[in-house]
């Protein structure tokens, strides 16, 4: 039997990136990289540990544009087995 496992990945500005602006009392995400949200992370590298223990197969989802398939294609170089970008620009305009 295969067992299947999907998990969700997030990205999340860098905190070691973003500023403060103190004036405004806001974040200053301008320029500032995405990288995987580190508790995402850490249930990734958890969930590949059952996928070797259990020969399962480890899907992996994500929500947004080019900054979700960097953190995918890195979720497959620790060795997740596939991957899909959900987009949806569509609810944000009430359609």
């Known amino acids: 039997m295969l067992i299947y496992i999907v ?8 905190p070691n990136e973003v500023k403060f602006n103190f004036k405004t ?12 949200n580190p508790t995402d992370k850490n249930v990734l590298e958890a969930v590949l540990v059952l ?19 960097r953190s995918l294609r890195e979720a497959f170089s620790m060795g997740a087995d596939k991957s899909s970008t959900w987009n949806f620009r569509f609810v944000n305009k009430g359609i």
């Open 7 to 14: 998990g969700c990945l997030k990205q999340v500005p860098d």
């Open 25 to 36: 009392e806001t974040l200053i995400r301008s320029r500032v990289p995405l990288i995987i």
């Open 51 to 69: 996928k070797d223990k259990y020969s399962a197969y480890v899907i992996v989802i994500s929500m947004g544009t080019l900054q979700a398939e």
